[in-house]
């Protein structure tokens, strides 16, 4: 095994103590499957001819990619290519593959993303809430009563009494999604309206009082689809994976 897989200085790290030091800081396993899923991602690549993309794509994703990483200067772009020791060509050649690989990824889970999406949207839709925590149910009872007659605003009583850190911030919790929520306060919330009450809910020896601010209802694009999008595509991957015999092999 070659002992010069990374030199610092004059000093050689071997592929063997690269791996030592991967399994010491427990990323060995990440390691492992990052490669077995790109080898799964090359065989597929290789067996799809019909996978192509068309110039005019790859230079759009090209043009997107400049424009995200702020890269449009012709300077800037030239020194970010030699930071990451890529020719133009390489990088154009990266970015088709990218192509290539975001179609095999959609025909493999586009369905399966849909179905997911559709069975679990109300546990996707997101939610903007204000709280008030409070350690007695008489107080919680009491805050309800004061903010329904209208003597005294949310906000106000949140600062007041919430014995959480956003009590500073007016019980501003900012926005969270639904299925990250605890069931007892889910199921409350579902069917509610902007500005109503809800509580107070008992959890973990606290009473909570919950006001909606806004509502997100999920949609299947931006940042949730290609967080789906990537679920289960690494779902996919590991079931090409799931019948094969894997060793690792280090003298």
Known sequence: MSENFITIDDQAISLKKAISYLNTTGDLPKFIQNILHRHVI????????????????????LVNFRIQNRLTEPGRFEQWLKSQNLTYEQFRDRAAESLRIEQLKQETIAATVSTYFQENKPDLDRVMLSRIVVL??????????????????????????????????????????MG?????????????????????????????????EQWFPAALEGQLKRQLDDRFFAQWLQEQLKDKKIKLNIE
């Open 42 to 61: 090359e065989q597929h690549l290789q067996e799809r001819s019909d996978l192509e993309v068309d110039s005019q794509q790859i230079e759009q994703a």
């Open 180 to 212: 990250q929520l605890p069931p007892e306060i889910r199921e409350q919330l579902r069917g509610r309206e902007v500005g109503e009450l809800v509580g107070p809910i008992e959890t973990e020896g606290r009473y909570i009082l919950l006001k909606i």
């Open 136 to 177: 007695a149910r008489t107080l919680a009872d009491d805050i309800r009563a004061s903010i329904e007659a209208e003597t005294e605003t949310f906000e106000a009583l949140a600062k007041q009494h919430s014995v959480t850190n956003d009590s500073n911030a007016n019980g501003l919790m900012g926005t969270l999604q």
